[in-house]
């Protein structure tokens, strides 16, 4: 039973370009979550998503960055424009639904480098 | 006022000995925290959940709810080498929808051999 996929696990963008991350959930979970950490920061959360649906939003940066969950395919965060501010681990994390206890269960993140 | 608060540590301690994380929270109904261990360049990884006042044991770690207090804990017995990693205390707030989670800032602890 596979866990939390993410993809790229690094990469590397200059200041202005878009950077795209990936986020497959465990097989049987429909709720992903994407969180963003700094170096030496903790986890901070960004948005939360259901199939074909953003439940909440409410720590994502008001321009520049979205979220998807798209019926087939991939969970995907999207950053445009980037800065070098925006050099982070990103990790997504999945549930199998709302009430379940309230784990949830971490992919190994992606490392965005803004040069 | 931040949500969850950590110390940041270091905490260091001798291999063999108790190892104590505190961590307080700001929103009197929260229900449900969580324990994670993040070696440095890897992901969270879940270790302890707690859900009612009082202590929970799993092997050599032990959490601590005090809900009127707003504090959990997290002992770690015989602490060894390799539980040196950052520990992040996480809170399921009672105000949200899901399992959304707001975490601490992580304590890291230093196993000395």
């Known amino acids: 039973n596979a866990g939390v996929m993410q993809n790229p696990r690094h990469l590397v963008r200059r200041r202005g370009q878009e950077a795209r991350l990936r986020c497959s959930p465990m097989k049987g979970h429909s709720h992903v979550y994407w969180y963003r950490q700094l170096p030496e920061e903790g986890l901070k959360f960004m948005v939360y998503?259901?199939?074909?649906?953003?439940?909440?939003e409410s720590g994502m940066p008001k321009e520049r960055f979205s979220a998807e969950f798209p019926k087939e395919g991939p969970s995907i965060l999207r950053i445009q424009q980037v800065v070098r501010g925006d050099s982070a681990a990103y990790f997504c994390?999945?549930?199998?639904?709302?009430?379940?206890?309230?784990?949830?269960?971490f992919g190994e993140g992606s490392r965005l480098t803004v040069l | 006022q931040k949500e969850v608060e950590q110390n940041s540590g270091p905490l260091s301690v001798p291999e063999g000995a108790i190892a104590s994380l505190n961590c307080t929270y700001s929103?009197?109904?929260?229900?449900?925290f969580f324990w994670y261990r993040q070696y440095s360049g890897k992901s969270p990884e879940l270790i302890m959940s707690?859900?009612?006042?009082g202590d929970k044991e799993d092997g050599r770690f032990t959490a601590q709810l005090n809900k009127a207090s707003q504090y959990v804990s997290l002992l770690i017995r015989d602490s060894q080498p390799s539980d040196s990693a950052t520990y992040l205390c996480a809170v399921n707030m009672g105000n949200n929808a899901g399992n959304m989670l707001t975490f601490g800032g992580g304590t890291r602890l230093m196993v000395k051999p």
């Open positions: 707690i859900y009612s006042n």
């Open positions: 929103d009197r109904v929260s229900q449900s």
């Open positions: 994390a999945s549930s199998p639904r709302q009430g379940s206890g309230g784990e949830l269960f």
């Open positions: 998503l259901q199939k074909e649906n953003i439940i909440d």
